[in-house]
């Protein structure tokens, strides 16, 4: 259980400093002797990453999920897939996964270079990744149980 409280104590943090480092410093000008930038507020929502309910990965996951805590648009939740079970097409916005207990999955995805067609991927507890928007399916070739912390951040893009 304290495994896990500091799996999410590191998390939270790599997510903060994740959110933090995204966003530029209001300070900036204050630091230039001379400003010339112009501040143009950017109202177009065209950015936004659309999103589907059908699609929501903790949706989709069923009874292989939980939802620890949704608010100011990041959702923080856990999933797990069972030996050769399949975690069924879904779609994320920007994300951070931590892999909590590691496995072999076939990862399928038009969004990822070469997992078209399925790609193996090992998932080795500990580790962590920060990735843009995917839609992705994956099944369970391994023997273990795969278990995901999962961070999803709905917010507009500045690609």
Not at 48 to 64: E, F, K, M, R, S
Not at 80 to 92: F, N, Q, T
């Amino acid at each position: 259980m304290s495994q896990i409280k500091t799996t999410i104590r590191f998390v939270t943090w790599v997510s903060v400093l994740f959110f933090i480092s995204c966003n530029q410093s209001a300070t900036t000008s204050e630091i230039r002797k001379k400003d010339t930038a112009q501040v143009v507020a950017n109202t177009d929502t065209s950015a936004i990453a659309v999103y589907d309910p059908a699609l929501d990965p903790l949706t989709v996951a069923g009874p292989n999920g939980k939802l620890i805590q949704d608010s100011l648009g990041i959702k923080m939740f856990e999933t797990w897939v069972k030996p050769g079970e399949l975690a069924p097409l879904h779609r994320h916005p920007d994300h951070a996964v931590y892999v909590l207990q590691g496995g072999k999955a076939m990862l399928y995805s038009k969004d990822f270079p070469g997992a078209e067609k399925g790609m193996a991927v090992e998932f080795k507890t500990g580790d962590g990744l920060v990735n843009g928007p995917i839609t992705d399916s994956a099944r369970n070739i391994g023997n273990t149980t795969i278990k995901l912390l999962e961070i999803d951040v709905h917010r507009p893009r500045r690609d």
